[in-house]
């Protein structure tokens, strides 16, 4: 019954899906092994129209040397002997041979060997044996055995005006009637194959067909995995009608044939059904899925639209439109919808939907201007309960956040000024809440230097390096905002807060002293809003339980504030030379940075920028106050309270190493390898604060080992002061808090604290970059968007419908680890989090691939979702199996599916999915 269903399946799919492809994926075709002349068109173009050897006997065709006649054109040439046409032309049969040639004058026929060439009218044959019958108008072309390998070698090839090639063991032509006999042929046509059997070539729209071979499998028969024979057809210019056919795999014919058949040869896009696959779920029963509906509306547009039902009352919908505007833009927009019922029959259904649209441009198409779009919105819930819209994919099961962003940017040519737009959305699947931008906005001005002059002859005088800039930022915005309150309508009216930020930046740069770099600026900030913040204690609240009322105050407000800074840095070099070995050198670059800042303080009430409010004192417990910015909850903030006068220090380090060149270097330059990238300590000191004064230390450094395929990265911060750890009664429990003294560690003969302390690892291995390090770079940017071929369009829009399909089996190895360490020390208790990832993929044979993705949390001594990946290439048929063997979403899948987008429902599937198991 397998085979039975499997044959119908088939034959249906074949009927149907070629109309409905919604991938348009053209497979190139791959001669027989034993074939030096290759059927594509592009890649051979030079060997199809090279310019052909000349022979250098003559040939004697009714008494006049020809050959010498042509020789200068690189091509003999016969005349043609039919009938003159209306306009009284004769076409000329060029041709040429590598090899040997022989004519029969008598009998007019010519004989060429040695990868032959004829051409005629709108007609160009490559064989290795070409016989010319003039007097009968016929061509005669096969191959022949190579006398090394003794295989037969150098099939025909055969193409005529924008025909794809054909290729043959033997044919027979009239070049005047364009008639002829094919010989197990074999052809491509939008990625269905014919092969084997006999053609016979009636007109330019029809060829009759015996005994052939129609699959999607481009292997020429009979290496032929599977397909369908078809004993007796015709092929027209859009479809095959046939006889009958029966069903073939691996070269065995199987006992099932239909009396005749249609099959469509499309060459546009066509609409059509979308066979669905059918099935069990333990939790909603028994389903029909995938079941829908291909929209062909042009070769720009199209639409696929597909549904899923189960017994037990749940229903997916789905529909993705894709468009295309060559050298212009191209997207994807996909809206999907589900009602689930996991619970009771008499629970309410769980509703949810979710919408991505991904828009690129090309940047040729609207110099200045950009646009794109990456959109992935929709209720929290909606890849929990809707799992089978994602293809099962684990990395969309366990993501905790979703975001989207529309841009738009312009700038404008010859004009400082340049514009940005931009709507984002940020959500939290956790939480449940939403962050949304509707819009945000930046108006921004390259840096111009206002005193200095075009025509300026000689060096900058010290006031022709003052710059300045212009930026303004606008935005309206809405944080943590539950998902059930998107649709409510306050929520535009009151939830969302907006306003406007403008900076002025004016700086000046001098070197001084040879040595140093001298840099000063002056930097304006404005924050304008349309509401506010007020606080007041409620009524009749006492000071030891006290409650704050937030109030929104509409009206507009203006925040200015304005810091000053100016400050020394330079370069400090030290070098250690070697005389021995390879090692040459050794040099370090340190970096010191020291500059003042100044900042008023705006918490004064002459600024009106900071409010106060005083509690009610009520025995036994006293009055209390705080003070508050207006500005506390605004997009920007405000300004800050308090004044500074702070000295700011910073040191930078950096590490080389010289490397004399390698005997085998031809080039024998020297080699510089970094050791360290980087090593930063900073910090600062207020000289007006009345404690506290030294800021906490920071520290971060990086670095690349081994040919920079290791990435480390680390940082933290140290605390100079000492903590006293104390005890506080909250809800009827101690609680140990810890609190801060102005008293420095080292006074009582201690280090700084370490209060946070991060490091990461990453590295990537691949055969590749072992063995072309440098081209490694290369080759990650080698195909982008704007260069993308429309097949190679089309491969990536299947790639992204289901990455899982995709496996790369050119690179033999790949494998990724990744490590990182976290360290947190509040003074009371300490944080650690300790993790190890990795994921590659090896071939075990050429045609055997493994993939796996792990990971392990040393703290807590568990592993992570762990998943295993096993493919098997069949050529034209792919067979896979995943499995995730523990953990909530362990499952299991085997799937064996044919390779031909066409044929993308043709599959036998077995899996136990996560929410299946009990």
């Known amino acids: 019954m397998k085979f039975i269903s499997l044959f119908f399946l088939l034959l249906v799919i074949f009927i149907f899906r070629v109309y409905s492809s919604p ?285 899923s039902y189960y017994t037990k009352g749940s229903y997916d919908l789905s529909s993705t439109a894709r468009y295309l505007k060559k050298y212009k833009y191209q997207g994807t927009l996909t809206l999907s919808y589900g009602s689930h019922k996991y619970g009771l029959e008499t629970d309410p259904a769980q509703k949810d939907f979710n919408i991505q649209w991904s828009h690129s441009q090309d940047p040729a198409a609207h110099p200045g201007t950009t646009f794109s779009a990456s959109v992935n919105a929709g209720t929290s819930s909606f890849y929990q309960n809707s799992p089978a819209q994602t293809n099962y994919n684990i990395q969309a099961l366990t993501q905790n956040t979703l975001s989207s962003s529309i841009a738009y940017g312009k700038t404008w040519a010859g004009s400082p000024f340049n514009f940005t737009a931009n709507i984002s959305h940020r959500q939290d699947i956790t939480k449940k809440t939403l962050t949304l931008e509707l819009p945000s906005f930046s108006l921004n001005m390259a840096t111009l230097s206002p005193f200095d002059s075009k025509d300026r002859v000689g060096e900058q005088k010290w006031y022709q390096r003052i710059t300045v800039g212009y930026s303004l930022q606008g935005t309206n915005k809405v944080s943590d905002l539950p998902e059930s309150e998107l649709f409510k309508s306050n929520t535009l009216s009151k939830r969302f807060q907006n306003g406007f930020s403008q900076q002025i930046p004016v700086s000046l740069s001098l070197n001084i002293l040879k040595y140093f770099q001298f840099s000063s600026s002056i930097n304006y900030n404005e924050r304008d809003y349309f509401q506010t913040i007020r606080k007041h204690y409620a009524r009749g609240s006492i000071s030891g339980a006290d409650s704050i009322v937030v109030d929104t105050v509409q009206g507009f407000r203006r925040a200015g504030d304005y810091q000053i800074s100016s400050g020394f840095s330079t370069k400090l070099y030290s070098t250690v030379l070697f005389k021995k070995g390879r090692l040459k050198a050794i040099r370090q670059v340190i970096t010191p940075n020291v500059s003042f800042s100044y900042r008023p303080d705006f918490s004064e009430p002459k600024y009106g920028y900071y409010n106060t409010i005083v509690s009610n004192a009520t025995i036994p417990y006293p009055y209390t106050y705080q003070t508050y910015s207006i500005f506390e909850q605004s997009v920007y903030g405000g300004p800050s309270g308090g004044k500074s006068a702070s000295i700011n220090f910073s040191v930078d380090n950096t590490i080389e190493a010289k490397m004399a060149a390698k005997s085998s270097d031809t080039s024998g330059l020297d080699k510089k390898i970094p050791i360290l990238q980087g090593l930063s300590f900073s910090g600062s000191y207020n ?137 947190t020390n509040s003074g009371v208790s300490t944080t650690v989090s300790n993790t190890l990832n990795f994921n590659g993929d090896i071939n075990v044979t050429s045609k055997w691939k493994l993939q796996y993705t792990s990971g392990f949390d040393v703290r807590q001594g568990k592993v992570s979702t762990t998943s295993l990946s096993i493919y098997r290439d069949l050529h034209c048929w792919d067979m896979s199996f995943q499995w995730i063997p523990f953990g909530y979403y362990k499952f299991y899948s085997v799937d064996l599916k044919v390779k031909a987008s066409i044929l993308q429902d043709l599959k036998l599937s077995k899996r136990k999915d996560y929410y299946n198991n009990n």
């Not at 990537?764 to 080759?779: R, T, Y």
């Open 687 to 823: 000289l007006i604060a009345d404690s506290m004064k030294l800021s906490t230390l920071g520290f971060s450094g990086r670095t690349s080992l081994f040919n920079q395929k290791l990435g480390i990265n680390f940082g933290g911060t140290l605390n100079p002061y000492v903590n006293q750890v104390r005890d506080s009664i909250s809800n009827g429990q101690i609680v140990r808090y810890a609190h801060m003294i102005n008293r420095y560690t080292w006074q009582d003969g201690k280090f700084p604290a370490l209060t946070q302390f991060n490091l990461s690892m990453d590295i990537s291995l691949n055969s590749a970059s072992l063995k072309h390090p440098s081209n490694a770079g290369q080759q990650q940017n080698a195909n982008t968007l704007a260069s993308m071929t429309p097949n190679q369009a089309d491969r990536l829009a299947l790639i992204n419908s289901n990455p899982n399909a995709f496996v790369d089996f050119n690179v033999p190895w790949n494998i990724n680890l990744s490590y990182s360490f976290y360290y």
């Open 23 to 307: 991938h348009d994926v053209k497979v190139s075709y791959s001669n027989v092994a034993d074939t030096i002349i290759h059927l594509d068109s592009v890649k051979d173009k030079k060997l199809l129209k090279k310019k052909p050897v000349i022979l250098k006997d003559t040939i004697n065709i009714k008494g006049k040397r020809s050959a010498s006649d042509t020789s200068k054109k690189g091509m003999k040439t016969l005349p043609d002997t039919s009938k003159k046409g209306k306009e009284g032309f004769q076409t000329e049969i060029k041709y040429t041979s590598k090899d040997s040639s022989r004519a029969d004058n008598v009998n007019k026929v010519l004989y060429l060997w040695g990868n032959a060439r004829v051409t005629y009218d709108d007609v160009e044959l490559d064989a290795d044996y070409i016989r010319v019958d003039q007097k009968n108008h016929l061509i005669y072309a096969s191959g022949l055995p190579d006398p090394r390998t003794k295989k037969y070698a150098n099939r025909p090839i055969f193409k005529q005006k924008d025909d794809k090639p054909l290729v043959a063991d033997s044919l027979t032509f009239n070049y005047v009637t364009k008639k002829g006999k094919i010989f197990n042929a074999a052809s491509e046509q939008d990625g269905n194959f014919i092969s084997g059997g006999t053609a016979k070539r009636l007109n330019d729209q029809e060829v009759a067909y015996k005994n052939v071979l129609f699959s999607t499998c481009d292997l020429p028969y009979p290496a032929t995995h599977f397909g369908i024979v078809i004993t007796k057809g015709i092929a027209e210019k859009h479809r095959i009608i046939s006889g009958p056919a029966y069903l073939e795999i691996e070269g065995v014919p199987l006992p099932l044939f239909i009396p005749f058949g249609f099959f469509p040869k499309p060459d546009q896009r066509s609409s059509g059904v979308i066979l669905p696959t059918f099935g069990e779920d333990t939790q909603l029963g028994f389903y029909l899925k995938g079941f829908g509906y291909y929209l062909g509306i042009s070769d720009y547009v199209d639409l696929t639209t597909t549904g």
